[in-house]
């Protein structure tokens, strides 16, 4: 796996075609990593935000898949690598257009339910961010503020 984490939006795709939208939103993968058990999810550290958050970004232009952009997602913001289990679909962003910027465009994510193969000591984005493994009802309140990240949360089978 690479040493470093990918930056920028320029390689990222926009969904422009397959019956989604021709508004060119910004495809966002990312993976729910579950323990064997299925009795505890992944978060991370949000950079940007603060609090925890799912691994998940951009689905870029070089990636055959979304489950492609998801994995690498996992390894550089997680440290994990990962065997996606699931497809959990396509969630709308919720926001409103007043809270969308260049800097957060709209955007549309696809979840994938995945269980862990390795989790690494050492990642990409360990400087910037930390990693917990949580039960159903400390991720619920965890991600209250994210909705489309609560959503995917509902949609996995961790054991509530």
């Known amino acids: 796996m690479p040493k470093t984490a990918r930056t920028g ?93 260049h800097h957060a465009p709209k955007a549309k994510y696809q979840f994938f339910e995945a269980s862990v193969d390795k989790e690494e000591n050492e990642w990409p984005e360990k400087h910037k961010r930390g990693r917990r493994w949580m039960r159903y009802a400390e991720a619920k309140e965890a991600l209250k503020n994210r909705p489309e990240l609560g959503e995917a949360l509902e949609r996995c089978s961790i054991k509530r």
């Open 9 to 101: 939006r320029d390689n990222q795709r926009k969904i422009l075609s397959c019956g989604f939208s021709e508004s060119g939103e910004r495809l966002v993968c990312g993976i729910i990593a579950l323990s064997t058990t299925k009795e505890e999810i992944l978060l991370i550290q949000s950079v940007r935000r603060g609090g925890w958050v799912l691994p998940k970004g951009g689905w870029e232009l070089d990636e055959a898949t979304p489950q492609d952009a998801a994995k690498r997602e996992a390894w550089e913001e997680a440290g994990i690598i990962t065997t996606i289990t699931r497809d959990l679909g396509m969630i709308t962003d919720p926001r409103k257009p007043q809270e969308m910027s």
